[in-house]
């Protein structure tokens, strides 16, 4: 086992592995609180963290293209940032304009605040000076924000936001809660976000990524030891990496095998309304690499079926008068399979065979009508009954519908997904801009990167089949639900990526999107 701290670990991981973490503001606070009480100086923290920020404006807006930079100063330690970096950039060339509006400033920023006045930088107390900068660097706050921006502090931020160039956010842009990335009273609008150390909640949370930009990390050197004494050796919140995901996923199989051993799913969709639906969770839980792949659709349906996928083992079931699936055939023997994805595609008519894979022992992927149906035969009660692992895979109004009093109880959409998993003993994958995988005990795994280009019909087929197919096959590697859950998600949301970066956020739909499944794992294997 490689020391966290040791020299081998921090120069070969400590880049890929600080990237995992995420903290509160009080986390944040009590991790930076022991490194001071070790005996770090703030003020030494402070000039390396605004070294390394000077350097990464530096790189990105030379003082030939943006030679006048308008620095916006907050009371605290965020406007001690700015301040620092604002006598960097001046020493280096650049014509700096300081927006200071605060008269009380904490100890350590007044001290910046005096010594920047000795050099003849320009202050000023009206946002109006700064309006002809080529860059804007935003110091106002960081995680230290605890009320609504209110007044001329308020009117100046909007003024901000109305102007065209480039805004540099200082560790969250200045409005933002740390934690559920709200904005408070008003927010600014960055371009580029650059988070200090850790990342903050904030940069997980759906409703904060109109204000956060591009966003990067600046990792100043948090011992790990810190972090960990904090957060402890398994945080209960995980950023995943594409470490974490690629070592979940079944890429490797032993040198002799068989298809069986390489999982048997059986897929529960479509109807006469949603045919495409079974045919986009078929053609990705083919994908997935899954061993066997079984799908029952209705009867009207087979041969669409086999004429999609030839090598899944398709069988047609009884339908009712609307072309829904009126029940699954008597004589299936469900433990052929180590799991099963119902939903896509299904139609609420099809609640019969929803409860039917519900009553099974197997581990069941539920998404799409199958998540409705749940919600109209009783969350809980439903899923306290079953003895075998469920993951629920919901957007926003389907997390509703199941869960109407967490998601009325909590504008913090992670909260809703762990509280939802730990009510209900499912995993919880809520999806959204930001997706969050909660687990029963508590545990739960942020997304970070996801496209828009995935906001279309279909998308939602394509991750119920590959989890589908990845879950029968990590049931049998003996691979935790969770992990399955969150490397789905990722590969998903890479291919997605992928796809979006060749043919533009207006070329990606869900058909294509398989087609992009593989290739975004060539650069992982
Ligand atoms: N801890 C450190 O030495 C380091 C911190 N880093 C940077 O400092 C900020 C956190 O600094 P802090 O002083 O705790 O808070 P802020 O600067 O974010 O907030 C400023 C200050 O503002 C007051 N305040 C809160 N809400 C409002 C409001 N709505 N209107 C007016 N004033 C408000 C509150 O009293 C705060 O004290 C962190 O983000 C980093 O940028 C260093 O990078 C590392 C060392
Ligand atoms: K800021």
Known sequence: ???????????????????????????MSHIEGRVFAAGMPVAALMEKVA???????????????????????????????????????????????????FSQLKD??????????????????????LASCDLVIDGLFGFGLTRSLEGAIAAAV?????????????????GLHTDTGAVLGTAIQATHTLCLGLWKRAFLQEQALAYMGES????????LADITAVLGETPKLQRITPAMAIESLPLSRPATTHKYKQGHLLLVCGSRQYMGAAVLAGLSARASGVGMLSIAVPESMRLLLIAQLPDALVMGCSEDDTGAMAQLPEDLEMEKYNAIACGCGVTPAASPVVQQVLARDRPVVLDADGLNILANLATLPTLKARTAPTILTPHWGEFKRLFPELAE????????????????GAVVLLKGARTTIASPNGTAWLNPESTPALARGGTGDVLTGLMGGLLAQGVLRGTAIEQVVFSAAWWHAQAGIMAATERSELGVDASTLIHYLIPALQPYC
Not at 3 to 20: E, W
Not at 86 to 97: D, I, N, Q, W
Not at 119 to 125: A, F, M
Not at 216 to 223: A, C, E, K, S
């Open 1 to 27: 086992m490689i020391h966290p701290d040791s020299k081998q670990f921090l120069g070969l991981n400590r880049s890929q592995s600080i990237q995992r973490f995420v903290v509160t503001a009080e986390q």
């Open 51 to 101: 070294g390394l920020i000077t350097a990464w404006v530096r790189s990105r807006f030379s003082v030939s293209q943006f030679p006048r930079v308008g620095v916006l100063v907050g009371p605290g330690h965020n406007g001690g940032d700015a301040l620092v970096v604002a006598r960097e950039l001046h020493v280096s060339g650049y014509e700096v304009k300081l927006y200071q509006p």
């Open 108 to 129: 350590l920023t007044a001290s910046h605040a005096q010594y920047i006045a000795s050099l003849g930088i320009s202050v000023q107390d009206q946002i109006e000076a």
């Open 158 to 174: 909007d003024q901000v936001n109305q102007w065209s160039q480039p805004v540099v956010s200082i560790d969250l842009p200045s």
């Open 216 to 223: 990067h990390l600046i990792d100043f050197g948090l011992p």
């Open 409 to 424: 109880a909590s504008d913090d959409r992670i909260t809703a997904a762990q509280q939802a998993a730990q009510q209900s």
